[in-house]
């Protein structure tokens, strides 16, 4: 008897499992379904981020009042020197070599002003402008009451501040 109720257990499983596939049928959820292997796209996915552009000098100056030239280690910035280099040529060499004591910077409706001269030696200076709506530099060199300009993009309009306190900036 035992054997036979076995029998029959095994017999009401296997019955279960077939009615149940074709009550399945029945309903709807057919089991042959065409799986899609391409991945789709996902709302989650983050895209690569864009790199925030980099201030540029004049930028970074106008945001530094009160701060000196070193501090910001404005000689040594690529784009300053690319800038400078490009107007001044050999001389930019020259300028550097110079710079040592800094005024602070200065900003004056847009307009950044510094300036630096060799130690024990001010009669030897230079003025760095950066008119930062129009994006120009100009650098003036006075040594000796003799004037030297070098304009990026022609001559910055000075505020009066800042003309007042070079004493001629016609060119040479």
């Keep these: 008897m035992r054997l036979r109720s076995a029998h029959l257990s095994v017999l009401l499983v296997l019955i279960a499992a077939v ?6 049928k029945l309903a709807g959820n057919n089991a042959n379904i ?11 996915e983050t895209p690569t981020p864009t790199p925030k552009p980099t201030p540029g000098i004049g930028d970074t100056m106008r945001r530094s009042p009160g701060k000196y030239p070193y501090e910001l280690k404005l000689l040594e910035n690529k ?4 800038r400078v280099k ?13 710079f040592d004591v800094q005024t ?13 001269c060799q130690a024990h030696n001010c009669g030897n200076i230079y003025y760095i402008f950066i008119d930062t709506t ?7 060199h006075v040594e000796d009451e003799k004037v030297t300009n ?21 060119d040479e």
Excluded at 19 to 24: A, D, H, I, T, V
Excluded at 158 to 170: G, R, T, V
């Design 79 to 82: 784009d300053f020197q690319a």
């Design 34 to 44: 065409a799986v899609n292997t391409t991945p789709s796209p996902t709302a989650t």
């Design 104 to 116: 602070p910077i200065e900003v004056v409706n847009g307009i950044v002003m510094t300036s630096g």
């Design 19 to 24: 009615l149940g596939c074709n009550f399945s």
């Design 134 to 140: 129009k994006d120009n530099l100009n650098v003036i």
């Design 150 to 170: 070098y304009f990026e993009k022609g001559r910055i309009k000075l505020p009066e501040k800042f003309a007042s306190q070079i004493p001629d900036i016609a």
């Design 86 to 98: 490009k107007i001044m040529g050999d001389d930019f060499n020259t300028m550097k070599s110079h």
